[in-house]
């Protein structure tokens, strides 16, 4: 039973799955299964009073020493406090949508992969009491949610990914800026993105946010291909996101040195985002769900810890 | 360029197969025409990594390119199945379109079957052996370069090829086989100058080629190489100076000498017949000297020799020892009891075959016309019924002894007057004792005697008409006497009489006298001679025909006995009396061996003039007025061969005038085939009913018997233009023909193999670095 659930956290499985809630609800139970503790519990949260059971409570909540004393079922009542919100930042530029003309079934688009990671993050969030909001951007914001821990809300967030087009290039420099300064209160920022812009832009961006006192983890979500650069038979490679830009190579060859390139500007981003202390998640879109998921559950423990 | 290439492949045609080198370009350029495409996100990292790795890529698509275009020029390499020729064979076949000219030695020491190694040993011919080079030779054109012609040459017939082949295809390796299988050595000597000549002539004329290479196949004998030095003749120095010449700036000729010769063979022969005196007489024992030289390198001891004359055998004769290198000189005394065509046939019987490697030339045969008599004329100046005042009544008594023993002499005397109406013909020698005068008419008699090989004595006296004598006889060199005569000189009186003081003892006419001997003849006084004006002792004589052989003591040292060659004869002058009026000669032991010998040395020679070397001509005179000019030869193998019929040519005698030549025309038969060895009989039919037998020998040549041959070195530096190769073991050129192109297209696909490797790791490398 917990490796059927646990199942669901390969990419491969997921993406035979078409309905994005679904999706989200799998990875999370699969991931929650598999933990020892359930993230569910134990997390700030107050008692505020009892109230008398009544068919349909949930019977976790049943307070057992009262029904001890008096033989009545009571219901211990919280206060529901949010004490975390979750700015969920999701890039939706074509970059995103590799390898979408590769016509593979199996295979998630990063954008796929991206927004399963956002919503089982809204999903687990919700369930935590926490708040998720969502911010989805290409040149310019396209979605915008405010973080909210209803299950209504996790329904808006859900659709609003569904609902996203991949159809304009990025442009971080417009973007990213006015991104940070929707940030008001204190809150966490996951940034979802293959990152494929510039460093000068990013780098700065993801500091100020961090100095306004926000708590960030970055994706980076990038294609397996991307990550391996598999090809072997000569390759005509036309530029997502500029189709003007058109190499034909022997894929072999610039293997390396592709890498090297690649590798480099992780690189300078993971060190920027050591410095700063922002979690930094590299992500493949061949690696199963729950890496990315326990990422952000240790930067939120680190973000509880540090507001305790 | 088809032809180019099979010199060193064996399918040129697979060579084309290294058209296939274009087909990895081609896949090359048709890959880059097909490929995927993909919509890529991180273009900024390719392009990065392409900007940087352009160069390095096209350098590392440029290396994998070649290296596969290298691997197809291999394969299809190996294909054709390459080989190349071993070192040897490379230096003997030159270029494209080369002539190839193979001169096979096939004179007699060619048979030579070395005997020393007698158990199992190797019983081929040098000649077998040469036969195998030739193949040797056909079979490395054959295999190296087919695009040349080979021409095949016995020495003994440089005219013209035994076998000229256009190529050297199987079918022609076959005719050269079946040219080899005809051949066989001849009875001839080498005769390298000539061939070599010849060739050169035929090569300077008719070749079409660019190249030649000369393989001279031979035992290499020094003493025919030295005689081939010897004649030497334009362009250069050495045996090979013909081809040398024909060289040229472009130096085009290679020679290859191939020595096929049995290096421990030895051999035994007997070179040479020669008679002491140039009569036979029947009846009168006749002297021969046999030389028999061994060329092996042990002493032989008791040689036996077979010896034979017309219908008998005489018993053997056995010399004692002859040492290594030496040649024995033997004498042989036969007496001829008929007159007529007969001869000497000396063989080597039995003992040391062991060391004889050639057998041709241990029998040699001498060919004598032995004569009934020597008929001598002798012309009576002073006659008289008193025997003891007549002239010649000594010298007839002398040449013509009393008694048994036959001196082979038959004299006639006639009287001065009487000269005129002798036939001279009939007799050898003439003897002019005291004779006043001779009339012209007499005069140009004896001169046409002496002229056709006639004998003429002179001897002096009281009577002799000086003026005359030098008018006639001498006529200023042109006559019979050798010399003029000044006048009478008498021994001053009471003075010691003149003695002969000096004379050549090796002249045939005074043999007799040398060593103890020598005294008798000091012995002899003189009272009056015949001063001759002669040119003192020590001067040069050689311009003049006169040679002086015996001088008396007198102031002048003059002339006593005065030689002079005459035609083919010749006049022997004494300056003093035939009987003892001027001297006391005739008195003294040494008059008689004098006078015979003097007799039978101007005698008309008997021995034969005939015998002549295997492959020489052949000539027996015909004398038209004797004999018809249709004459017979039986050679040696009559009567197994018939007999050969010649017409004879008629010719002038030589050395005679014009009007004495119309006279007494003599003609000649002549035969050139004399390739076997033995006895010739030329049969001449008498115009008046008979026939005449002549005896002729063809014997091999003496020097071809000693087998050692020239130096390696002495070979190498044969000449100083020419680029000379020497093979000294015919062994290492069958080799090289076996071996004579190693194929290497297994290494080829080994390499092919390796470079496949090679690629597939430069690629992989390529395409995986970091």
């Known amino acids: 039973m917990a490796n059927d659930a646990r199942k669901y956290l390969k990419p491969e499985l997921l993406a035979r799955i078409g309905d994005l809630e679904m999706r989200a609800r799998l990875v999370v139970e699969g991931f929650v299964s598999g933990m020892h503790r359930s993230p569910y519990h134990g997390v700030s949260v107050e008692f505020a009073q009892h109230k008398e059971y009544v068919a349909g409570d949930d019977l976790r909540h049943l307070d057992w020493r009262v029904f001890g004393r008096s033989d009545r079922f009571y219901i211990k009542q919280y206060e529901e406090e949010t004490n975390l919100r979750l700015h969920i930042v999701l890039d939706s530029s074509l970059s995103m949508r590799y390898p979408e003309h590769l016509d593979r079934d199996d295979r998630l688009t990063k954008f796929e992969y991206a927004a399963t990671l956002a919503a089982s993050l809204a999903f687990l969030l919700t369930h935590q009491q926490d708040a998720a909001g969502l911010i989805i951007f290409d040149d310019e914001i396209r979605a915008e949610a405010p973080p909210l821990s209803s299950q209504g809300h996790l329904r808006l967030l859900v659709e609003r990914l569904e609902r996203a087009r991949l159809e304009r290039a990025n442009d971080p420099r417009a973007t990213l800026p006015h991104i940070a300064g929707r940030l008001h209160r204190r809150s966490m920022v996951a940034l979802i993105s293959d990152l494929l812009f510039d460093v000068d832009v990013l780098i700065p961006t993801l500091e100020r946010i961090r100095h306004a006192g926000h708590e960030v983890v970055v994706f980076h979500t990038l294609d397996h291909d991307e990550r391996t650069f598999p090809f072997a038979n000569n390759t005509l490679f036309e530029g997502l996101e500029a189709p003007d830009q058109q190499i034909l190579v022997d894929p072999q060859a610039l293997r390396s040195a592709y890498l090297e390139a690649l590798s480099a500007h992780e690189t300078a981003i993971r060190r920027a985002c050591s410095n700063s202390r922002i979690e930094f998640v590299s992500l493949s879109t061949a690696d199963p769900l729950d890496v990315a998921l326990r990422a952000y559950l240790a930067a939120r423990m680190r973000q509880v810890k540090a507001g305790a | 360029m088809i032809s180019w290439l099979s010199g060193f492949l064996f399918n040129p045609w697979m060579a084309a197969g290294a058209g296939a080198v274009a087909s990895p370009i081609l896949i090359h350029i048709l890959s880059r025409r097909r490929y995927q495409r993909v919509r890529w996100a991180a273009m900024d990292f390719l392009l990065d990594a392409h900007r940087r790795n352009r160069r390095r890529v096209r350098l590392e698509q440029l290396i994998l390119l070649a290296l596969r275009c290298l691997i197809v020029l291999l394969l299809a390499f190996a294909f054709a199945r390459p080989f190349f020729s071993s070192g040897l064979l490379a230096s003997l076949v030159g270029g494209s379109q080369t002539e190839h000219i193979i001169i096979l030695d096939d004179s007699y020491s060619m048979s030579a079957v070395s005997r020393a190694t007698s158990a199992g040993g190797d019983r081929q011919s040098s000649f077998d052996s040469g036969k195998a080079a030739v193949e040797a030779i056909g079979r490395l054109v054959a295999e190296t370069s087919a695009g040349d012609s080979i021409s095949l040459y016995v020495m003994s017939r440089p005219d013209e090829p035994i076998l000229s082949a256009p190529g050297a295809s199987d079918e022609d390796r076959v005719r050269l086989t079946e040219a080899l299988a005809t051949l066989s050595t001849t009875e001839r000597g080498g005769a390298w100058d000539a061939a070599l000549r010849s060739i050169s002539r035929q090569l300077a004329t008719t070749t079409s080629r660019a190249n030649a290479v000369v393989y001279a196949i031979s035992d290499f004998q020094r003493s025919d190489w030295r005689r081939a030095e010897g004649e030497a003749g334009t362009g250069g120095k050495g045996p090979l100076a013909p081809l040398a010449a024909l060289n040229g700036e472009k130096d085009s000729v290679r020679c290859v000498l191939v020595n096929v010769g049995k290096a421990s063979a030895g051999n035994i022969a007997v070179t040479a017949i020669g008679a002491d005196r140039p009569q036979s007489v029947a009846g009168v024992p006749t002297r021969f000297q046999v030389s028999v030289a061994n060329y092996s390198s042990t002493p032989l001891r008791d040689v036996e020799l077979g010896v034979g004359i017309e219908g008998r055998r005489l018993p053997p004769m056995v010399i004692r020892e002859i040492m290594p290198g030496e040649t024995a000189r033997e004498p042989v005394e036969v007496t001829y009891e008929q007159d007529g065509a007969n ?234 009396s035939a009987d003892q009026e001027w001297n006391d000669w005739a008195s003294n032991f040494s008059y008689l061996p004098f006078v015979l010998e003097t007799t039978q040395y101007v005698a008309r020679p008997t021995t034969s003039q005939r015998d002549v070397l295997a492959g020489e001509t052949l000539r027996c005179e015909v004398d038209p007025h004797v004999v018809e000019p249709a004459v017979v030869l039986r050679t040696p193998a009559y009567p197994t061969d018939p007999e050969i019929r010649l017409n004879a040519d008629e010719r002038p005698p030589p050395g005679g005038d014009a009007r004495a030549a119309a006279s007494s025309l003599i003609g000649e038969v002549r035969f050139g085939d004399t390739e076997h060895c033995g006895r010739y009989e030329f049969l001449l039919k008498r115009l008046n009913g008979g026939t005449i037998r002549r005896f002729a020998s063809v014997n091999p040549d003496p020097t071809e018997a000693d087998l050692s041959p020239a130096a390696t070195e002495t070979l190498r530096g044969a000449s100083d233009r020419l680029r000379v190769e020497v093979i000294d073991d015919p062994a290492t050129l069958a080799n090289a023909a076996d071996r004579g192109r190693t194929e290497f297209w297994w290494p080829l696909l080994l390499m092919v193999a390796a470079m496949m490797m090679v690629e597939q790791g430069l690629a992989w490398r390529f395409g995986s670095r970091g």
């Not at chain 2, 020590?538 to 003049?544: I, P, Q």
């Not at chain 2, 040292?557 to 004869?569: D, N, T, W």
């Open chain 2, 343 to 576: 001869y000497l046939d000396v063989e080597l019987v039995g003992a040391a075959s062991n060391l004889d490697s050639v057998g041709l030339d241990n029998r040699r045969i001498a060919s004598v016309d032995v004569a009934p008599a020597i008929r001598t004329l002798i012309v009576d100046g002073e006659p008289s019924s008193d025997q003891y005042r007549d002239e010649v009544f000594l010298l007839k008594t002398a040449l013509r002894p009393a008694g048994r023993a036959t001196s082979g002499v038959e004299v006639t005397v006639v009287e001065e007057g009487e000269i005129d109406e002798v036939d001279l013909s009939s007799f050898q020698v003439v003897v002019l004792a005291n004779v006043s005068r001779v009339q012209r008419a007499a005069n140009d008699k004896l001169r046409a005697f002496v002229d056709s090989g006639g004998g003429l004595i002179i001897f002096g006296g009281d009577l002799v008409d000086v003026a005359e004598f030098n008018a006639t006889m001498y006529d200023d060199g042109r006559g019979l006497a050798p010399l003029p005569i000044a006048g009478v000189a008498e021994a001053p009186a009471g003075a010691d009489a003149v003695a002969i003081a000096s004379w050549d003892a090796s002249h045939p006419t005074l043999q007799a006298f040398d060593g103890p001997t020598a005294d008798l003849l000091r012995q002899v006084r003189i009272d009056a001679y015949l001063r001759v004006e002669s040119p003192p002792p020590g001067e040069d004589t050689s311009s003049s025909t006169a040679v002086v052989i015996a001088r008396t003591n007198d102031a002048f040292q003059s002339p006593l006995i005065v030689e002079k060659a005459f035609g083919r004869g010749r006049t022997i002058f004494i300056a003093t």
